[in-house]
């Protein structure tokens, strides 16, 4: 068994909103700079959900409405893998699918 690590940097201002974030996964070898992370964790102890979100200052607000479109629909993709209910997915994607377009995030 190993264990691999993604770290992520987190560099902020004097008012402590995040100026710069910065991810690496070195077993991948692989690094780089985001506007924005979203990340979700299962808490077994409190059967809840603990999240992080941030994003840079520099981050536009249509930047932030497709990366919340892209992450609900590819969210989709992983509740398919993990349950097996394409029907839930299916209405979820669709509905998704026209808040995108009302969001200007797709064509």
Same mark, same amino acid.
């Given at each position: ?31 780089? &700079? ?8 299962? &808490? ?13 200052? &520099?981050?536009?607000? &249509? ?45």
């Amino acid at each position: 068994m190993t264990t691999s690590e993604i770290k992520f940097a987190v560099t902020v201002d004097e008012n402590h909103l995040p100026h710069k974030l910065e991810w690496e996964a070195k077993e991948a070898g692989e690094k780089g &700079d985001c506007g924005s992370i979203m990340l979700a964790m299962w &808490d077994k102890k409190e059967n809840n959900t603990m999240r992080i979100d941030l994003w840079t200052k &520099d981050m536009s607000v &249509d930047e932030m409405k497709k990366f919340y479109h892209q992450n609900v629909m590819t969210l989709t993709d992983t509740y398919i893998r993990a349950t097996g209910d394409e029907v839930t997915a299916t209405r979820v994607k669709a509905f998704f699918k026209e808040l995108g377009k009302d969001m200007n995030v797709l064509g």
